[in-house]
């Protein structure tokens, strides 16, 4: 079965560095979407591509947060400078057209700021 | 706005009696509404959808769920819990454009022997 893979599986980085993770949708996904999750809370939308365009960012940090899909493919998201409170699971899903009923997530990259 | 609200944060069964996880949702649209389980270490699996067709939806596992608008709840049920259904469910509502997807907070599910 096709998976959404994810790197790194874990990540530690201490506060004020860059950190960044990758995800690699299944093949022929148009839609990607960045989800984070707070410990001992429900995932919550970060961003969401439309094969290389940003659909909809209104959640993500842009202080801090940067997320790029440069050849509609895979996707990558990036946190500079981390903060204590970034510390979560980021979660990468796609899906094969804008609806929201065929998600596939994959595992996430835990982070921890220090 | 669209919100949904899991009733129990916790919910603790013997193997072989039923499941019942409660989920309200709020929302000024006809939703769509899903159940996710996350095992630790695991992604995100769906387990049912429902998408204004039949009211009860049957999902993977032998999990099912009843749409009823009166009372605004998705509630998902089992009728005999395995030791393997101890995870974190998720109760989920789409957005308004349906592109993207609302969570509660979660559920979770623990089974003694």
């Known amino acids: 079965e096709a998976e959404v893979a994810q790197s790194p599986r874990y990540k530690i980085t201490e506060k004020s560095q860059a950190v960044a993770f990758w995800c690699d949708p299944i093949s022929g996904h148009a839609t990607l979407y960045w989800y984070r999750q707070i410990l001992g809370q429900g995932p919550e939308l970060l961003v969401q591509?439309?094969?290389?365009?940003?659909?909809?960012d209104s959640q993500l940090p842009k202080d801090r947060f940067s997320a790029e899909r440069l050849k509609g493919v895979d996707s990558t998201l990036k946190i500079q400078p981390a903060e204590l409170g970034d510390s979560a699971m980021y979660l990468c899903a796609s899906s094969s057209d804008r609806g929201s009923y065929g998600y596939t997530f994959g595992s996430g990259t835990r982070l921890t700021v220090v | 706005a669209q919100s949904v609200t899991q009733l129990d944060s916790h919910v603790s069964v013997s193997e072989g009696t039923p499941v019942l996880l409660r989920c309200n949702y709020s929302?000024?649209?006809?939703?769509?509404l899903f159940w996710y389980v996350q095992h630790p270490n695991k992604g995100l699996q769906l387990l049912l959808k429902?998408?204004?067709?039949?009211?009860l939806v049957k999902g993977i596992n032998g999990f099912e769920a009843e749409f009823k608008k009166s009372e605004t709840s998705f509630h998902l049920t089992k009728p005999s819990a395995h030791m393997s259904d101890a995870a974190e469910y998720f109760c989920?509502?789409?957005?308004?454009?349906?592109?993207?997807?609302?969570f509660g907070k979660g559920t979770t599910l623990s089974v003694s022997s």
């Open positions: 989920v509502v789409n957005n308004q454009a349906g592109t993207a997807l609302i």
């Open positions: 591509f439309q094969d290389e365009s940003v659909v909809d």
């Open positions: 929302s000024s649209y006809s939703p769509s």
């Open positions: 429902y998408t204004s067709a039949a009211t």
